[in-house]
């Protein structure tokens, strides 16, 4: 990582009024503020570059609002902490909303400061201050942060951006928005404001569970035969990942594991007998029926993992779930999930719960109950590019599986190939769905992942990455070493599925579902896109013979500490659909016939 470096000696007298949101944010101890500029909040930017030294926060600079936000999520996504993310006024804030909604629903702390303005009617300059300024601006996002202001004095912004940096911190997390008037930003200060004791305006400690509840979950788990603990929303910190253990073999719990939560207990622990997933499997969907007492340690979709398996059979379990999301349910956004049944709440993170129920269960170990799950056998060979193929290449060519963090991982991904092993294997996924943002965020994960010494790779998807594809551009520009591969079907694939789905239930004709979703004639050539940007793009990668060097260089390309594409060709399906109509698709039909 490498910041620009100001020139000449930074102004450290603190006299405008922007300076005194810069120093907080200083204050606080935020390391880098992502941005994409715009004048609204010029004298905001001065500070940081010009009476800050562009140090503590140093700018990271995007090429979209949307990557400035997906990058905060990515850094926070390691780190656990915020970054803080500056958008311009309205446009700036309407670009980054994707990813602001992204950043919500994965309940990511990062204080994102906007401006508006001049409030003030006669210090507006004509036509271009009046289209960026919202009287309300905080209205764009209200429903997806946790809390939103605009101060509108130095002792205000103060004492908003104290307030900002705790409710950000404070479990559960979540993204502040702190909107700054222009006019107040370029006002000389006739004095400086009263700075406060900053130790005595921190977060307060996670909230522990009432004894009730736990003396209930104890006793309910000593009597379980078969208990099943589901491994949501948790920290990335070694302590918390071996506690999870402990806890599993204290229980002789069964544990499963979801891939919007990322990596939380490793994959191929005896407990853990199936992937992970983001829709129930069958093997997963079948353990839920058999288990008698279900821990969810904040599952993200409690009550729709019961529903995926009650279309199977009966789910009699009694029902632990340790969780704080209830505090950031609101009336606009349905991110809170499906009101599951439960028996016992914990009103506690689910690693505060673990803690709490190892230390209450004391010292012990049993064997995991086992389950029918079914067994997959993998295909790595053939005649067509697979991710099987794919990953067991990747594998091969780092020494050890534990050096990597995946940032992100296609549909599809073989986990069973690679298995999780360790807190940052695998960050999970976006949050809230949209695409587009998993460039962005891989780029945030791999600045965070430099300081941890683990070496970041992503697997995206076409769609995604040609979204959100200028996001490379930062990790170049700030030398931030990132291995992206694409599982380029040449498609949005996941959307046919739907439309062929759709089409068979119409009785209509399934072999159109290429059309409106399929991105070929002509493929973009995405190692052209990223050498455009500076970055090294190896592909398109279309015979199964060149996956393995075209790996390897990108994998040296990576050590090297570069920024490397590396586009492979694989055709849709291959891992995801059975017995599916490859429709009458030209550029798959035709690839189809090579083979
Ligand atoms: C911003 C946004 N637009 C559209 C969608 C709908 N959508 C969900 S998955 C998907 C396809 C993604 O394509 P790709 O990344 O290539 O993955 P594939 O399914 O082809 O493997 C689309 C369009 C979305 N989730 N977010
Ligand atoms: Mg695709």
Request: with cysteine.
């Amino acid at each position: 990582m490498k910041l620009d470096k100001a020139e000449g000696q930074p102004d450290e007298k603190i006299a405008w009024g922007s300076d005194v949101a810069a120093q907080m944010l200083r204050r606080f101890g935020i390391p880098y503020m992502s941005l994409t500029p715009g004048a609204s909040y010029r004298g905001f930017h001065d500070s940081v570059v010009n009476h800050l030294g562009n140090k503590n926060p140093g700018m990271i600079l995007c090429l979209h609002e949307d990557h400035a936000v997906a990058v905060a999520h990515g850094w926070a996504k390691v780190t656990g902490e915020p970054m803080a993310c500056a958008l311009h006024s309205n446009v700036g804030l309407m670009h980054g909303l994707m990813s602001m909604y992204n950043a919500w629903c994965d309940r990511t702390p990062m204080i994102v400061i906007g401006a508006t303005g001049p409030l003030d009617n006669t210090q507006r300059r004509p036509w271009i201050d009046w289209i960026h300024t919202t009287r309300d601006q905080g209205h764009w996002v209200r429903s997806l942060v946790k809390w939103d202001d605009l101060p509108s004095s130095p002792q205000a912004i103060v004492e908003g951006m104290a307030r900002g940096n705790i409710l950000t911190r404070t479990a559960p997390t979540g993204p502040v928005y702190i909107c700054l008037d222009a006019g107040l930003q370029e006002a000389k200060l006739e004095k400086e404001p009263e700075w406060p004791d900053l130790a005595r305006y921190t977060p307060p400690p996670p909230p522990r569970p009432a004894k009730e509840s736990l003396d209930q979950a104890v006793a309910l788990l000593s009597k379980a035969a078969k208990p099943l603990m589901l491994m949501g929303r948790g920290s990335r910190k070694d302590e918390d990942w071996q506690a999870r253990i402990k806890l599993a073999e204290r229980l002789g719990a069964v544990v499963l594991s979801d891939l919007k939560a990322g990596a939380m207990f490793p994959t191929d622990h005896p407990a853990h007998p199936v992937e992970p997933f983001n829709v129930l499997s069958k093997g997963a969907r079948e353990i839920l029926t058999e288990a008698d007492v279900i821990l969810s340690l904040d599952w993200i979709d409690l009550h729709g993992a019961i529903k995926q398996a009650k279309s199977i059979g009966k789910v009699d379990a009694k029902v632990i779930h340790a969780s704080l999301d209830h505090h950031l349910a609101n009336g606009m956004n349905m991110d809170y999930q499906g009101l599951p049944p439960v028996d016992v709440p914990m009103a506690c993170e689910g690693d505060v719960a673990t803690a709490e129920l190892l230390a209450a269960l004391g010292d012990g170990r049993k064997d995991p109950w086992k389950p029918r799950g079914p067994v997959k056998n993998k295909d790595t060979g053939g005649d067509v590019i697979t991710l099987n193929m794919v990953a067991t290449h990747l594998k091969a060519a780092f020494n050890n599986i534990d050096e990597v963090g995946f940032a992100s991982l296609c549909k599809g991904w073989p986990v069973d190939i690679w298995p999780h092993r360790h807190p940052l294997a695998y960050m999970g996924k976006d949050g809230g769905g949209g695409i587009g943002g998993s460039p962005g965020i891989s780029v945030g994960v791999a600045l965070a992942l430099q300081e941890k010494g683990k070496l970041p790779v992503a697997v995206l998807g076409d769609g995604d990455f040609l979204m959100g594809a200028s996001a490379i551009w930062t990790a170049v520009h700030y030398e931030i070493p990132l291995l992206i591969l694409i599982n380029n079907n040449e498609s949005y694939f996941n959307d046919e599925l739907h439309q062929e789905s759709v089409a068979r239930t119409r009785g209509r004709e399934p072999k159109n579902r290429w059309i409106g979703q399929a991105s070929s004639n002509p493929t973009t050539d995405i190692a052209k896109l990223v050498e455009a940007q500076g970055a090294i793009g190896i592909g398109p990668v279309k015979k199964p013979a060149d996956v393995k060097a075209a790996i390897d260089k990108g994998v040296a390309a990576l050590r090297a500490g570069k920024v490397c594409v590396i586009d492979l060709r694989i055709p849709p399906g291959a891992d995801r659909h059975e017995g599916a109509s490859l429709g009458s698709r030209p550029t798959h039909a035709a690839e189809a016939a090579k083979k």
